[in-house]
């Protein structure tokens, strides 16, 4: 930890003796052994006979520490540091004794105090540089890192961290010039000029590099031909290339790389498929970026708007050459589904025996599959339908509902499919009245769909899958109950199926069953622990989320806010784990992965299910903003001046036996506590975290504004494109009566989704402007307010502003 | 037989014995107790209580028990109705016997399978006949809740 030549008593001017300055470092190798028993029995020797050395104790604090016991560690670090202020040990164990308590800001604190002790202590510098990256304190780090370089530059890994360091401070031409001067360190032997893991992917990051810099494709594209004979991930090689050449518009080069990547496997990666159209289809450097960012089985087919003829050109490619090549792959007799005409005839041939063998097969997806091609416009762009009334009028939904209705009545009258030889097995027909009953269920024909999946149990009453759909029918139908109780059927059928039975704890949970969703969540969780625990610990946020609703459903506001803090907690859990991986990282070389992480990292707070978390948090505040609960616990003192005498002493009695009771819990409580501890003690068992405020009885205490208003500002700062983040500042703003936030909010919301889309803003934005509100003293801000708000209403009166908005709806 | 589907077999544990239930109630008149459940579970035995697998579900059942060590005895046999007259009884059933003149069995002295049908059924005495049972005596108010409550033994020596 320290230099061996280091004055272990500098700061108090007087060293230690020969025998104990060795002693003193036995302690350190012992911290760093992790052998902590013999470091504190050393360091009890030393203090023995030099009781007020500063080091010692600090060190004797610091090994504390990581046997757990935190807060005697922390008095002695304190005390340690007290003693000698001028050790640049002492701070540096003050800083790691802050960094284990996640308290980051502190800890840079008292590492740079030691630092200004000693200027040059690499280790301190590492400390230092690893928070300074997990706080992002950019600046600071690559100063840092830049003075390790210089302190010790035979070690590849400060080179790396350095050229790192540059790329996040967005100097990417520093970066690429700091690796290529290591490079030139290397001699012909060395194994970093040789093909491995880690030079495969320090070449490819100084590409990617390369690549950042604007405009510079061919540079990035030369420079991966000359690196190629380092590189071991082929596939991601291949990308990359054929990625530079779209955006080159080397077209027919493009098509040849993708068309490797398709012979190398990667027939079923639709983002291939995407680019190897692209290529064809000459489209433009921006579309083949758009392209490339299709998420799932999609590509630019089903999309971006395609002319006839661009899809005829690509139909050919795909039925002529593709199909030949690879005849065996799913995509390839997938994508050209996308690529007919809808009413032709081809279309209807294709997709008939393409649900055909699906249904003989039984796969259950077939309904999602088919569901994937019903498109709707939305922005220029081709989107999955999901509204009911979009989906009724589609033609494509149309076609694919009669062709199922042609293929029922086959199979049940005479047991095969239309026009075809061969009888089927009664599966086929179960998985045709699944899909039938799936098409309904699109359309929101609930009752329909409903008589479908009854056919289906009744023929094979042990298929779980029916059970399934039927409860999510009649959840959609409006019985969250039944539902219920229909999964929890089903779920009995196949007690090994995790996926039922999570289901059935989520309908639970939604029908405001919670002791029993806690029963059906026990059957799977481990079985040492308590389940509600092992839960948090598996960070299984799905169940708290529901939970969670389902306490404020009943108004246990306590008990749904400390759910909703169970998510927040695993998100900076989230944060805190990526501190190993800024030293770890590096030492492997896997440096694209680690700036995909830090990015990941940067919009942590952004993420759906944190924001989803968050809003909740607000609504229950706000909830108990506007409805603050009432003192009818069970433990008030009755209002004893209302009462009469007989009845006062009653009450007396009364109140005086449930405080009897209560004590006597606590009592029993306490002596169990105790025994467990005793056997928790033998068996050393980690300490079962006794949770203190099972009701959340401490957050219902505290502001509910201030708190919805801090939250609030987190999702304003990092989710902006959820549209409930504005609705949720507009209602905070309105309560604190912010009115021009609140005007701001409004406006953010019908951006994202103008009011004939969103209720939510439609309701907000008439309130609003019906509201009588004196903003500003100022007349003119009051006049700019009022202007604003009449914008809103695109210089309408209400009236006629309503009217609109319905019309576009219908 | 043109009609005949595919089948697997599969074991009975207590993670899938409600599907025995279900069999059971569409396919036999009387209900049976908890403690049939639990036994069956117990045993063990996927060569005596088993499965009938047709594309992932369980279509068919049969449960054997071995009685006074030289009888293998038919508890229950069952097949969901839409799938009957595809030769899944008749493959539930022969796959018990192909188990009983095995090796292992026969050394433990096991001679004979039967079972108890209720006279009026003529499909099952007409199935168990085709698969070379032979109809034996009558036993009087055998059934204590359907009618009638008589039935007949069947037998088949190994």
New interface residues.
Partial sequence: MSNANDNPQAGQGRPLPKKDQDLFRTVVRHYETKQYKKGIKVADTILKRFPNHGETLCMKGLILNCTGKRDEAIAMVKTGLMKDMRSHVCWHVYGLIYRSERNYNEAIKAYKQALRIDKENIQILRDLSLLQIQMRDLTGFVKTRHTMLELKSNQKTNWLTFALSKHLIEDVKGAISIIDVYLETLDKDSPDVKKNYESSELALYRNMLIAEIPNNYQDALEDLEKCKHLVLDMHLWLTTKALYQLQLQKYHDAKETFELLLERGSTEDYSVHSGYMCAILQLSPPTCTRALKIKGARTIANTLPLTDDQKDILLKEYQNTLLDKYPKSAAVKRIPLTLFKCNSQEWKTSIESYMEKHLIR?VPSLGKDLASLILVEKEGEYVIATEPCDIVINPVYQNITSLVDGFVDSLETNGSFPNKEG?Q???TLLWTWYLRSILHELAAHYSDAIKYIDKCL??????VDMYEVKGRLIKAAGDINSAAECLDKGR?????DRYINNQTVKYMLQAGKEDVALERMALFTRHESNPEQNIFDMQCYWYEMELAACHARKKNMGKSLKKYMAIEKHFEDFNDDQFDFHSYCIRKVTLRAYIDVLRWEDNLWGHDVYAQAAEGIIRNYLDLYINPPKDTTEDAEPDYSKMTAIERKKAKAQARKRKKKAEKKAEEEAAEEKDSKKKSNDKSNPPKIKDTDPDGKELLAKDPLEEAKKYVATLVKNAPNRISTWLCQYDVAILRGKYFMALQALKKADKLESCSANHEVFSRLIEFSKLEIKVHKHAAVQKVFESERLALLDSKTLNDFVKDVVDKVK | MKREIVIDFGGITNDNVEQLRIINSTSLPISYADGFYKDVVKAKNESLNKYAYHNGFVIGSICCRIQDESKIYIMTLGVLPSYRGRNVGTKLVQSVVDYAISEEVRSKGVQEILLHVQIDNEDAIKFYQRLGFEKGEMVENYYKRIDPPHCYILRKKL
């Fill in positions: 039984g009888k097995p009664p599966s009744d023929q094979t009453p042990t298929a009995e059928l196949d007690k090994q």
